[in-house]
């Protein structure tokens, strides 16, 4: 298990934008894929972007052209910027690594049955 930690929630109106931000272990981004997922009430967790060890990436089709992931090696920070934020994107998002294999491909539908690491989660609320 790797700690990972998650911050950047809070309340924001629709259209509006935030990033979040995922702190993991040193080196973690030299072998590992992190991924956003985010779980609303009453529904189950869903992958949102994913960010490979070589830096390509993948979107759920929700979430195209209004969000971006990112990293900063140097910092072992992950990044979701969220931006044209809608009501129905309030979630408690997650942060995860892929602890096992350093060849994850991305597809912008990950499954949170290929990830083994877990942030506690960061609370979006997108509500006027």
């Known amino acids: 298990q790797l700690p990972l930690v998650e911050s950047g929630g809070g309340l924001v109106q629709p259209g509006g934008s935030l990033r979040l931000s995922c702190k993991v272990p040193e080196y973690t981004l030299d072998y590992y894929a992190i991924a956003w997922f985010r779980q609303a009430p009453g529904k189950e967790r869903e992958g949102v972007s994913c960010?490979?060890?070589?830096?390509?990436?993948n979107y759920a089709d929700s979430v195209k052209g209004r969000f971006t992931i990112s990293k900063d090696g140097a910092k072992n920070m992950v990044y979701l910027q969220m931006n044209s934020l809608k009501p129905e994107y309030t979630a408690v998002y997650y942060c995860?690594?892929?602890?096992?294999?350093?060849?994850?491909?991305?597809?912008?539908?990950?499954?949170?049955?290929?990830?083994?690491?877990w942030g506690q989660g960061t609370q979006v609320t997108v509500s006027s």
């Open positions: 960010i490979s060890r070589e830096g390509n990436t």
């Open positions: 995860a690594a892929d602890g096992v294999n350093a060849y994850y491909v991305c597809t912008g539908a990950e499954s949170e049955k290929d990830f083994t690491s």
